[in-house]
């Protein structure tokens, strides 16, 4: 379940605005479920139409409870069942309609796009190049940097897949401390052997001719990767000596 901020001052939490969240106070928010969503990422599904905070006179987002439901369900589609956001739109269009509305599969890919079908097994949802720019807000010689770093790799057709957004975001916000994508590629090393270690375990299951068997192989994945992601984050706080919120 996602938490909200209590009425009282927390620590990095905005004060509520009749009953409205700022976009850092739905970070916290979001933190417990989804540890690597970003203020570049909340942007991106908004330019997507997927949410629609209110503004402020200044510009300021502003989101209200049902805002934060949503987003909670949209990320929770793409990291669950691997949905493109164009299908998941639809999927909560419909929802809002108060249309019967059973959770679609995604299978192969036809001409770029999504088709919906029965799937052997997931498709990880992608976005264009002028996506990703857009969401990380940079242009294309940074982005090409992180690139040359091995940061952010597009797939074999040229795109992107969604975690992109989320590497892109983070890679910013270090960059913000003077931590530059040559600091970083000591952090990728170690991601790529996690995910040697986490392809090795799962790997037997997802060549089973059974496609029960590669299902778990997939839930297995994601067990493992958020184990991995929550071991990694205690072993950096344990070393720093400090407790992150």
Same mark, same amino acid.
């Given at each position: 379940?996602?938490?909200?901020?209590? /009425?009282?001052?927390?620590?990095?939490?905005?004060?509520?605005?009749?009953?409205?969240? @700022?976009?850092?106070?739905?970070?916290?928010?979001?933190?417990?479920?989804?540890?690597? *969503?970003?203020?570049?990422?909340?942007?991106?599904?908004?330019?997507? /139409?997927?949410?629609?905070?209110?503004?402020?006179?200044?510009?300021?987002?502003?989101?209200?409870?049902?805002?934060?439901?949503?987003?909670?369900?949209?990320?929770?589609?793409?990291?669950?069942?691997?949905?493109?956001?164009? *299908?998941?739109?639809?999927? &909560?269009?419909?929802?809002?309609?108060? =249309?019967? #509305?059973?959770?679609?599969?995604?299978?192969?890919?036809?001409?770029?796009?999504?088709?919906?079908?029965?799937? =052997?097994?997931?498709?990880?949802?992608?976005?264009?190049?002028?996506?990703?720019?857009?969401?990380?807000?940079?242009?294309?010689? +940074?982005?090409?940097?992180?690139?040359?770093?091995?940061?952010?790799?597009?797939? @074999?057709?040229?795109?992107?897949?969604? =975690?992109?957004?989320? *590497?892109?975001?983070?890679?910013?916000?270090?960059?913000?401390?003077?931590?530059?994508?040559?600091?970083?590629?000591?952090?990728?090393?170690?991601?790529?052997?996690?995910?040697?270690?986490?392809? +090795?375990?799962?790997?037997?299951?997802?060549?089973?001719?059974?496609? +029960?068997?590669?299902?778990? #192989?997939? #839930?297995?994945?994601?067990?493992?990767?958020?184990?991995?992601?929550?071991?990694?984050? #205690? &072993? $950096?706080?344990?070393?720093?000596? $400090?407790?992150?919120?």
């Amino acid at each position: 379940m996602l938490r909200t901020p209590s /009425g009282g001052a927390g620590h990095g939490a905005a004060a509520p605005d009749n009953g409205l969240m @700022s976009i850092g106070a739905v970070l916290n928010a979001l933190r417990d479920e989804f540890p690597e *969503v970003t203020v570049s990422k909340i942007r991106f599904l908004e330019s997507e /139409g997927l949410i629609e905070p209110q503004r402020t006179p200044s510009g300021y987002r502003k989101f209200g409870p049902d805002d934060v439901e949503r987003l909670g369900h949209v990320l929770r589609m793409q990291r669950d069942h691997y949905l493109p956001l164009k *299908v998941i739109r639809e999927h &909560l269009d419909a929802m809002a309609r108060g =249309e019967a #509305a059973p959770l679609p599969s995604v299978g192969r890919q036809r001409d770029g796009e999504a088709v919906v079908v029965e799937p =052997e097994g997931p498709t990880v949802a992608r976005i264009g190049r002028d996506e990703l720019l857009a969401a990380a807000e940079v242009g294309e010689q +940074q982005l090409a940097e992180w690139e040359s770093y091995g940061l952010i790799t597009p797939l @074999s057709d040229g795109v992107y897949d969604a =975690e992109a957004v989320t *590497v892109a975001g983070l890679v910013g916000d270090l960059g913000r401390f003077g931590i530059e994508p040559r600091h970083l590629r000591a952090m990728k090393a170690a991601a790529d052997r996690e995910a040697g270690l986490v392809d +090795q375990v799962v790997a037997p299951l997802r060549r089973h001719r059974n496609p +029960q068997t590669r299902a778990h #192989a997939e #839930a297995q994945t994601r067990e493992l990767a958020g184990l991995a992601v929550r071991l990694h984050a #205690a &072993l $950096v706080r344990s070393a720093l000596g $400090v407790r992150v919120p």
